[in-house]
Protein backbone atom coordinates (compact mmCIF):
# COMPACT_ATOMS: atom_id res chain seq x y z
CA UNK A 1 0.00 0.00 0.00
CA UNK A 2 1.26 3.34 -1.01
CA UNK A 3 1.98 5.93 1.90
CA UNK A 4 1.12 9.35 2.09
CA UNK A 5 2.30 11.43 -0.82
CA UNK A 6 3.01 14.90 -0.71
CA UNK A 7 4.08 17.18 -3.35
CA UNK A 8 6.49 19.24 -4.66
CA UNK A 9 8.90 18.14 -2.07
CA UNK A 10 10.81 21.58 -1.96
CA UNK A 11 9.38 25.01 -2.80
CA UNK A 12 10.88 28.45 -2.55
CA UNK A 13 8.97 31.17 -2.81
CA UNK A 14 9.07 35.25 -1.82
CA UNK A 15 7.36 37.22 0.42
CA UNK A 16 4.40 38.52 -0.33
CA UNK A 17 3.85 35.12 -3.06
CA UNK A 18 0.85 32.33 -2.69
CA UNK A 19 1.39 28.65 -2.63
CA UNK A 20 -0.43 25.53 -3.14
CA UNK A 21 0.78 22.37 -1.31
CA UNK A 22 -0.64 18.99 -2.32
CA UNK A 23 -1.50 15.54 -0.33
CA UNK A 24 -2.40 12.40 -1.44
CA UNK A 25 -3.43 10.06 1.76
CA UNK A 26 -3.17 6.17 2.33
CA UNK A 27 -6.03 4.81 -0.59
CA UNK A 28 -9.05 4.25 2.17
CA UNK A 29 -8.22 6.97 4.67
CA UNK A 30 -10.71 9.90 4.95
CA UNK A 31 -9.28 12.13 7.11
CA UNK A 32 -6.50 14.11 5.97
CA UNK A 33 -4.90 16.84 8.59
CA UNK A 34 -2.10 19.31 7.99
CA UNK A 35 0.83 20.31 10.67
CA UNK A 36 3.43 22.99 10.78
CA UNK A 37 6.63 22.18 11.86
CA UNK A 38 9.56 24.71 12.52
CA UNK A 39 12.65 24.83 14.94
CA UNK A 40 11.28 27.36 17.07
CA UNK A 41 7.63 26.45 17.55
CA UNK A 42 7.44 22.55 16.76
CA UNK A 43 5.05 20.90 15.60
CA UNK A 44 1.50 22.67 15.38
CA UNK A 45 -1.72 21.34 14.34
CA UNK A 46 -3.14 23.69 11.44
CA UNK A 47 -6.21 21.70 10.20
CA UNK A 48 -8.27 18.45 9.55
CA UNK A 49 -10.48 17.80 6.77
CA UNK A 50 -12.91 14.44 7.05
CA UNK A 51 -15.56 13.81 4.13
CA UNK A 52 -14.12 16.94 2.42
CA UNK A 53 -15.36 19.30 5.27
CA UNK A 54 -13.01 21.02 7.66
CA UNK A 55 -13.22 19.71 11.34
CA UNK A 56 -11.19 21.10 13.21
CA UNK A 57 -8.44 23.94 13.22
CA UNK A 58 -5.69 25.21 14.92
CA UNK A 59 -4.85 28.45 15.44
CA UNK A 60 -3.54 29.85 12.10
CA UNK A 61 -4.18 33.33 10.14
CA UNK A 62 -6.74 32.88 7.82
CA UNK A 63 -3.92 33.05 4.85
CA UNK A 64 -3.96 29.80 5.71
CA UNK A 65 -6.74 27.57 4.06
CA UNK A 66 -7.45 24.13 2.61
CA UNK A 67 -9.74 22.08 1.31
CA UNK A 68 -10.25 18.00 0.57
CA UNK A 69 -11.53 16.97 -2.41
CA UNK A 70 -14.17 13.46 -3.04
CA UNK A 71 -10.95 11.38 -3.56
CA UNK A 72 -9.78 12.41 0.26
CA UNK A 73 -6.85 14.30 -1.88
CA UNK A 74 -6.30 17.34 0.03
CA UNK A 75 -4.16 20.71 -0.74
CA UNK A 76 -3.30 23.63 1.68
CA UNK A 77 -3.17 26.89 0.58
CA UNK A 78 -1.31 29.89 2.21
CA UNK A 79 -2.09 33.64 0.88
CA UNK A 80 0.55 36.84 0.90
CA UNK A 81 3.77 34.68 2.29
CA UNK A 82 5.42 35.95 5.10
CA UNK A 83 9.39 35.17 6.12
CA UNK A 84 8.03 33.53 9.19
CA UNK A 85 6.44 30.36 7.15
CA UNK A 86 8.79 29.39 6.00
CA UNK A 87 8.25 25.70 7.38
CA UNK A 88 8.16 21.43 7.37
CA UNK A 89 4.58 21.26 6.31
CA UNK A 90 3.39 17.55 6.82
CA UNK A 91 0.61 15.95 6.13
CA UNK A 92 -1.19 13.13 7.89
CA UNK A 93 -4.02 10.46 7.16
CA UNK A 94 -6.45 8.16 8.89
CA UNK A 95 -8.89 6.10 8.33
CA UNK A 96 -11.75 8.06 9.99
CA UNK A 97 -13.89 4.88 10.67
CA UNK A 98 -16.74 5.87 12.07
CA UNK A 99 -16.76 3.91 14.79
CA UNK A 100 -12.99 3.97 16.07
CA UNK A 101 -11.79 5.81 19.20
CA UNK A 102 -8.07 5.50 18.46
CA UNK A 103 -6.73 5.58 15.23
CA UNK A 104 -2.77 5.99 14.35
CA UNK A 105 -1.51 9.19 11.77
CA UNK A 106 0.41 8.24 9.09
CA UNK A 107 2.67 11.02 8.04
CA UNK A 108 3.81 12.21 4.92
CA UNK A 109 8.19 13.42 4.09
CA UNK A 110 6.44 16.78 3.96
CA UNK A 111 6.90 19.57 1.61
CA UNK A 112 9.72 22.04 2.70
CA UNK A 113 8.88 25.74 2.01
CA UNK A 114 11.67 28.90 1.94
CA UNK A 115 10.06 32.11 2.15
CA UNK A 116 12.88 34.57 0.41
CA UNK B 1 -4.00 24.81 27.37
CA UNK B 2 -2.79 21.38 26.88
CA UNK B 3 1.09 21.73 26.78
CA UNK B 4 3.35 18.70 26.52
CA UNK B 5 7.67 18.41 27.60
CA UNK B 6 9.74 16.20 26.85
CA UNK B 7 12.94 15.74 28.96
CA UNK B 8 15.84 15.05 27.84
CA UNK B 9 16.39 17.33 25.23
CA UNK B 10 18.76 15.40 23.71
CA UNK B 11 20.47 12.29 24.91
CA UNK B 12 23.72 10.47 23.50
CA UNK B 13 24.32 7.01 24.52
CA UNK B 14 27.05 4.40 23.57
CA UNK B 15 25.22 1.75 21.47
CA UNK B 16 23.66 -1.52 23.72
CA UNK B 17 21.98 0.69 26.41
CA UNK B 18 18.89 0.60 27.70
CA UNK B 19 17.31 4.35 27.88
CA UNK B 20 14.02 6.26 28.97
CA UNK B 21 12.74 9.01 27.15
CA UNK B 22 10.38 11.14 29.26
CA UNK B 23 6.78 12.99 28.55
CA UNK B 24 4.49 15.26 30.59
CA UNK B 25 1.32 16.63 29.73
CA UNK B 26 -0.59 18.93 31.70
CA UNK B 27 -4.41 18.59 30.76
CA UNK B 28 -5.16 14.40 31.89
CA UNK B 29 -7.92 14.53 29.93
CA UNK B 30 -6.56 12.65 27.10
CA UNK B 31 -8.03 10.26 24.39
CA UNK B 32 -4.43 8.49 23.63
CA UNK B 33 -0.92 9.15 23.41
CA UNK B 34 1.38 8.41 20.19
CA UNK B 35 5.46 8.26 20.02
CA UNK B 36 6.46 8.91 17.10
CA UNK B 37 10.37 8.93 15.15
CA UNK B 38 11.50 11.73 12.68
CA UNK B 39 14.31 11.06 10.87
CA UNK B 40 16.46 14.47 9.47
CA UNK B 41 13.86 15.79 7.12
CA UNK B 42 11.76 13.38 7.35
CA UNK B 43 7.82 12.71 8.56
CA UNK B 44 6.90 11.09 11.59
CA UNK B 45 6.96 7.31 11.63
CA UNK B 46 4.50 6.20 14.57
CA UNK B 47 5.85 3.78 16.70
CA UNK B 48 3.34 3.23 19.69
CA UNK B 49 -0.34 4.49 20.47
CA UNK B 50 -1.67 4.29 24.02
CA UNK B 51 -5.23 4.32 24.50
CA UNK B 52 -6.23 6.11 27.40
CA UNK B 53 -7.86 3.14 29.55
CA UNK B 54 -4.15 1.36 28.88
CA UNK B 55 -1.17 1.49 30.92
CA UNK B 56 1.46 0.25 28.30
CA UNK B 57 2.17 -1.11 24.67
CA UNK B 58 4.79 -2.49 23.75
CA UNK B 59 6.84 -3.43 20.02
CA UNK B 60 10.01 -5.46 19.61
CA UNK B 61 12.68 -3.15 21.66
CA UNK B 62 10.29 -0.77 22.43
CA UNK B 63 8.07 -0.03 25.84
CA UNK B 64 5.30 2.74 26.41
CA UNK B 65 4.10 3.56 29.16
CA UNK B 66 1.40 5.97 30.38
CA UNK B 67 -0.06 7.28 33.56
CA UNK B 68 -2.67 9.43 33.11
CA UNK B 69 -3.58 10.72 35.96
CA UNK B 70 -0.10 11.93 36.74
CA UNK B 71 0.34 13.26 33.39
CA UNK B 72 3.10 11.14 32.08
CA UNK B 73 4.50 8.89 29.99
CA UNK B 74 7.65 7.25 29.47
CA UNK B 75 9.27 5.36 26.34
CA UNK B 76 11.65 2.68 26.61
CA UNK B 77 14.33 1.91 24.50
CA UNK B 78 16.05 -1.83 25.10
CA UNK B 79 19.60 -2.60 23.74
CA UNK B 80 20.30 0.64 21.62
CA UNK B 81 21.64 0.44 18.57
CA UNK B 82 22.93 3.64 16.24
CA UNK B 83 19.58 3.02 13.84
CA UNK B 84 17.90 4.37 17.16
CA UNK B 85 19.67 7.69 16.42
CA UNK B 86 16.65 10.31 15.36
CA UNK B 87 14.28 12.67 17.17
CA UNK B 88 11.57 11.13 19.20
CA UNK B 89 7.78 12.78 19.52
CA UNK B 90 5.33 12.26 21.72
CA UNK B 91 2.28 13.26 21.00
CA UNK B 92 -1.33 13.37 23.35
CA UNK B 93 -5.12 13.41 21.83
CA UNK B 94 -8.03 15.10 23.03
CA UNK B 95 -11.07 14.06 20.53
CA UNK B 96 -13.05 11.77 21.89
CA UNK B 97 -14.46 10.41 18.38
CA UNK B 98 -12.48 9.64 15.31
CA UNK B 99 -15.38 10.60 13.30
CA UNK B 100 -15.34 14.34 14.52
CA UNK B 101 -11.84 15.28 14.13
CA UNK B 102 -8.55 14.41 15.67
CA UNK B 103 -5.93 16.77 17.08
CA UNK B 104 -2.50 16.08 18.02
CA UNK B 105 -0.38 18.30 20.36
CA UNK B 106 2.88 17.54 20.25
CA UNK B 107 6.19 18.10 22.77
CA UNK B 108 9.41 19.51 20.99
CA UNK B 109 11.16 16.02 20.94
CA UNK B 110 14.13 14.23 22.49
CA UNK B 111 16.98 14.01 20.15
CA UNK B 112 18.70 10.78 20.75
CA UNK B 113 21.89 9.75 19.05
CA UNK B 114 23.05 6.23 19.65
CA UNK B 115 27.14 5.61 18.99
CA UNK B 116 28.88 2.78 17.84
Known amino acids: KAGVTQTPRYLIKTRGQQVTLSCSPI?????VSWYQQTPGQGLQFLFE???????NKGNFPGRFSGRQFSNSRSEMNVSTLELGDSALYLCASRPGRKTATNEKLFFGSGTQLSVL | KQEVTQIPAALSVPEGENLVLNCSFT??????LQWFRQDPGKGLTSLLLIQSSQREQTSGRLNASLDKSSGRSTLYIAASQPGDSATYLC???????????????FGAGTILRVKS
Open chain 2, 27 to 32: DSAIYN
Open chain 2, 91 to 105: AVSQFRHMEYGNKLV
Open chain 1, 49 to 55: YFSETQR
Open chain 1, 27 to 31: SGHRS
